[in-house]
Nanobody
Framework: QVRLVESGGGLVQAAGSLRLSCAASGRIFSINAMGWYRQAPGKQRELVAA???????NYVDSVKGRFTISRDNARNTVYLQMNSLKPEDTAVYYC??????????????WGQGTQVTVSS
């Protein structure tokens, strides 16, 4: 059984910083890519940032220069450092793992979500 457990969300003032973490647990051999999505009230879920096993990254335009995604392959953990936060970054942030290879299957997984609230 693979689980993604997120941490690090919370309430912060505009221009502040937060660091999200997501650890994948289970009998995992490898993970192709990991990423962060977010969903604000009344809006569709959007990809914020993603990183491959080879550390190639991509970001949605609205967070470029402010957010940094990184990954610890040995710990199956992905991080999202969020700086210069804006009220429009307020959303539930979800961790995603793509191409998770275990002893029994090859599949994608989602975390339960962590709330990030940025006050103005």
């Amino acid at each position: 059984q693979v689980r993604l457990v997120e941490s690090g969300g919370g309430l912060v003032q505009a221009a502040g910083s937060l660091r999200l973490s997501c650890a994948a647990s289970g009998r995992i051999f490898s993970i192709n890519a990991m990423g962060w999505y977010r969903q604000a009230p009344g809006k569709q879920r959007e990809l914020v940032a993603a990183i491959t096993g080879g550390s190639s990254t991509n970001y949605v335009d609205s967070v470029k220069g402010r957010f940094t995604i990184s990954r610890d392959n040995a710990r199956n953990t992905v991080y999202l450092q969020m700086n210069s936060l804006k009220p429009e970054d307020t959303a539930v942030y979800y961790c995603n793992a793509v191409g998770v290879l275990t002893t029994t299957r090859h599949s994608d997984y989602w975390g339960q979500g962590t709330q990030v609230t940025v006050s103005s």
